[in-house]
């Protein structure tokens, strides 16, 4: 229990929190059952869930249910939901908080990826609510959207997300609109920078992207998830009865700094840039001193341990299961000539145009590497022509595979 707010300060209600077994919503399911109120997680994992259900259950407050469901698919969610509430009775407290997230310049954004974040946050929220709706209290049920910074300030390669919250923001002001008549109350909040979330993770990955993003935060530092807990504990107690179709920030007065994404966005997402366009600097240059010393033993070094190849479909008889630092030192020892450029794609995408010949066969292609975060190779596909090159190469590389394996 928080030290804030009075003991058992929720006894008696419950709560169904969307999105609640990770993260700020697990934190906010598990402020909700410390002061007593029973409830009711939901998410898409069942590992997620079963293991929040055991987190919450420690607390002892009420009774606490764990439902999967992807809240995209409202006929799931509503039966779920008609579930909770036949064990809990009305429901006093609905959070929206599934969210999905990637960094996208809108350039290269697939329509499926657009749709995908639209659909969870903006389509799952409705879902949720809509849900919800029959069940609800009346009057005094809480209603509370996670929205996001994006929803009030345009950030670059966010135009998903910005999209997405921002139309979460304006259902969450309509629905206090439309259900205030009936005791229902309906608010959003806004975290700022949280430590310790899968969001901040993809925003800042490195130590000189959080000092960006602390740097553009006038409190100077990065919030913690009980922080937007304590604010939802707040919004759905009493003490907030007269508080409706507000938006909360929760962002150490990030929201102060600028509009339009001068600071608060820009900057985060530029320090990302800034971080990944060092990372690839550093592997080209590294990769370069692969390819002009031929130490192909140092290959190895720049892939990531997941790392995935992808040759033309016929070569699988050749890659199989084998080590793809084996097969690309293979693929470079048994080339002659060989000469390349290299091009960025976009941030972490590189194409590498290559020369070459086998015997008298020349050789023509391009490689596709995509890096991961920490500019290591996470992906090669490899597409060359002409097609005796791709047959010469091939059988070259089976034949340096073959002598490594006599070694």
């Known amino acids: 229990m928080s030290g804030t ?10 709560a169904f929190v969307a999105g609640g077994t990770s993260g700020i919503n697990l934190e906010i399911a598990s402020i909700l059952a410390k002061n007593g109120a029973s409830v009711c997680v939901a998410s898409r994992d069942p590992d997620r869930i079963a293991a929040a259900v055991a987190q919450l259950d420690v607390h002892g407050g009420g009774v606490v249910l764990g439902m999967q469901a992807d809240v995209r698919d409202y006929e799931k969610v509503s039966e779920v939901v008609a579930a909770t509430a036949g064990e809990f009775g009305d429901l006093d407290i609905v959070v929206s908080g599934a969210a999905g997230n990637f960094v996208s310049p809108a350039s290269t954004l697939s329509a499926n990826g657009f749709k995908a974040v639209v ?6 929220t409705f879902n949720v609510y809509r849900a919800c709706y029959p069940y609800l209290r009346r009057p005094g049920a809480s209603l509370i959207s996670i929205s996001a910074p994006q929803a009030q300030s345009p950030y670059p390669h966010q135009a998903h997300v910005c999209a997405a919250k921002a139309g979460v923001d304006m259902l969450t002001k309509s629905l206090a609109l439309e259900w205030g008549k009936e005791g229902i109350r309906a608010n959003g909040i806004i975290p700022g920078p949280i430590d310790g979330t899968e969001g901040m993770a993809r925003l800042a990955p490195t130590k000189e992207a959080r000092e960006m993003v602390e740097a553009s935060i006038p409190l100077r530092r990065f919030g913690k998830k009980i922080d937007i807990a304590n604010l939802a504990l707040f919004l759905c107690s009493d003490a907030a009865s007269y508080i409706t179709g507000a938006l909360v920030p929760c962002d150490g007065g990030q929201v102060l700094c600028g509009s339009g994404g ?12 800034t971080a990944l366009k060092r990372k690839v600097g550093e592997f080209l240059h ?3 001193g692969v390819i002009a010393s031929k130490d192909l033993g140092k290959l ?13 479909p016929h070569w699988a008889s050749v890659v199989g299961k084998r080590n793809v630092s084996a097969l690309l030192g293979a ?14 794609v976009d941030d972490v995408e590189i194409a590498l ?10 050789l023509q292609g391009i490689d596709l590497i995509t890096l991961n975060q920490s500019g290591q190779i996470k992906k090669v596909d490899v597409l060359m022509r002409p097609l005796s090159g791709i047959e010469a190469l091939r059988e070259a590389v089976v034949r340096a595979l073959q002598q490594r394996a006599e070694q």
């Open 119 to 124: 659909g969870i946050d903006l389509l799952g």
């Open 353 to 362: 145009e290559f020369t070459g010949r086998i015997g008298d066969k020349q």
């Open 286 to 288: 590294r990769f370069d």
């Open 5 to 14: 707010f009075q003991a058992a300060l929720l006894k008696g209600k419950s």
């Open 331 to 344: 693929v470079f020892s048994s080339i002659e000539d060989f000469s390349y450029k290299r091009r960025w």
């Open 262 to 273: 001068a600071v608060p966005g820009y900057l985060t997402l530029c320090a990302l840039e």
């Open 300 to 312: 190895s070094e720049l892939l990531a341990d997941d790392v995935e190849l992808a040759p033309p």
